[in-house]
């Protein structure tokens, strides 16, 4: 989720997002590491869009916030554009890394999800802001893998994990760490859709949910 801010003077579109980190895993550095994965990936296409009759250059403005003492009631209230919450645990019921629904502003990350690779973060992001798994998951010849694209993506050898491997076979899927934020997905933010009032806009909406440490079951 994020705050728009359009300049019609320096003719640029600037989304605001400000991310909290609590949970056990949760750390100063690993925060800032997050949010500078996320501007990276999402400022990397230096994407331009038109609105009227004017272009404006898109730029993403993201900060993290470590919060360990993080109080519920200011996620549960929080009516903050900005303000996004995310629960950091070395363990996650399902394995993987979420957020709370398309277009929302919290979640949970599992911490080896965002050691293993910077897209982690950026593709959840990528969510958060209201885009979606592509519905096609064989994108073989279509060359370089869109960051919205899940694991378990049919790709080209180059994109796999094991490039030796057979497709859609152990080692034969999309490894995350070979995606990359493309124009197609700044363009599939539909930012020249959005209502500005006084030159902001909001994208993504309010999910609110603060979330408990998930705990292993016992075996």
């Not at 994990?161 to 995350?176: F, R, S």
């Not at 933010?189 to 999910?207: E, I, M, P, Q």
């Amino acid at each position: 989720m994020g705050e728009v801010e359009l300049h019609t003077i320096t003719n640029q579109l600037i989304i605001h997002s400000v991310f909290f980190f609590y949970g056990d895993a949760a750390t100063n550095d690993l925060s800032w590491q997050i949010a500078d994965d996320i501007s990276q990936h999402w400022n990397e296409p230096k994407a331009k869009i038109k609105i009227g009759s004017a272009l404006f250059n898109v730029q993403f403005d993201i900060d993290g916030i470590y919060e360990p003492d993080l109080d519920p009631e200011k996620v549960w209230y929080n009516d903050n554009p900005r303000f996004n919450f995310f629960r950091i645990e070395e363990f996650a019921n399902g394995n993987i890394s979420f957020v709370d629904g398309i277009g929302c502003n919290t979640g949970y990350f599992k911490l080896d999800n965002l050691l293993q690779t910077s897209t982690t973060a950026a593709h959840e992001y990528g969510h958060t802001l209201g885009l979606v798994h592509p519905m096609n998951l064989d994108i073989r010849g279509k060359d370089t893998p869109g960051i919205m694209y899940p694991r378990g993506t049919i790709v080209d050898p180059p994109f796999q994990y094991d490039p030796n491997a057979e497709a859609g076979k152990a080692g034969g899927t999309l490894n995350p760490v070979h995606r990359k934020v493309l124009i197609n997905d700044i363009e599939e933010l539909k930012l020249h859709k959005l209502l500005f009032t006084n030159g902001r806009a909001v994208v993504g909406d309010f999910s609110s949910l603060y979330h408990s440490k998930h705990t292993p079951p016992v075996s």
